[in-house]
């Protein structure tokens, strides 16, 4: 469903917006937990506001109007794939409402913590349909570039904690912090303990991220580097798309 000006939607879109008017630049940053997205993010907005160019940031579950209704329900570990899919959904759907279409017709570049590739890798991990998940999304913009932050299981697990502390924090978080149920895949019952589940269900992930990077040509970034490097690579990237008008 393309129009004049490069945007289009993933699937049916939405039949009152004029994507012709969304003058801004939709930039996704995608990867899994743990791999530093949202510190890239922060330095990308700094550099991208110095360069004079206006930004603002979007990321999972920031609505505010189903974020906390999200945690709560989360907090009951209960719910099915189709509740917890259709949840994030809302969510993703107040925030392209309320956040990213009003910033895209101001013109300003969004960067976006995660976009609808999380929901397809985490809602197909859980058994959900690929079409039917696809279709949920199916009002979801097109991003003008997506760079996908790459990383293999062998070196996520070192990055993001050893076993002990790992299951430690599982347990701080029953009461608000560190690694919660879900990223750790435990409703999957995956592992006899929550290290053994968080890898094996990260696995899972990757490999959908892993899909997903060759179907929808991911720009891809080795994030086994040092920060500055990933930086480095992002900021030539993104150049690169706003300089292709």
Not at 123 to 135: H, T
Request: charged letters at 25%; glycine letters at 8%.
């Amino acid at each position: 469903m393309s129009k004049p000006n490069g945007k289009s939607f993933f699937g049916t879109g939405l039949p009152y917006l004029d994507v012709s008017d969304l003058t801004g630049k939709l930039i996704v940053i995608e990867g899994t937990d743990g791999v530093g997205r949202s510190s890239q993010i922060d330095e990308l907005k700094k550099w991208l506001e110095v360069k004079g160019y206006a930004v603002t940031t979007t990321g999972w579950t920031r609505s505010p109007l189903l974020g906390t209704a999200i945690e709560t329900a989360k907090s009951g570990h209960s719910l099915n794939v189709n509740t917890f899919s259709l949840l994030y959904a809302a969510d993703f759907a107040d925030r392209i409402e309320h956040e990213i279409i009003p910033a895209l017709k101001a013109g300003f570049i969004v960067l976006a913590d995660r976009y609808i590739y999380t929901a397809f890798a985490r809602a197909i991990v859980r058994g959900a349909d690929p079409l039917w998940i696809r279709e949920v999304y199916g009002f979801a913009l097109e991003p003008d570039a997506v760079f996908y932050m790459d990383v293999k299981i062998e070196n996520l697990i070192p990055r993001v904690i050893n076993a002990e502390t790992l299951i430690e924090h599982y347990w701080e978080n029953q009461s608000g912090e560190g690694m919660d149920y879900w990223e750790a895949g435990m409703d999957l019952k995956l592992g006899e303990d929550v290290y053994d589940s968080f890898v094996k269900y990260q696995k899972r992930v990757l490999d959908q991220f892993d899909l997903m990077a060759r179907e929808f040509q991911f720009v891809i970034v080795d994030a086994t580097q040092e920060f500055s490097a990933i930086n480095s690579t992002l900021k030539t990237g993104i150049l690169s798309v706003l300089e292709d008008d």
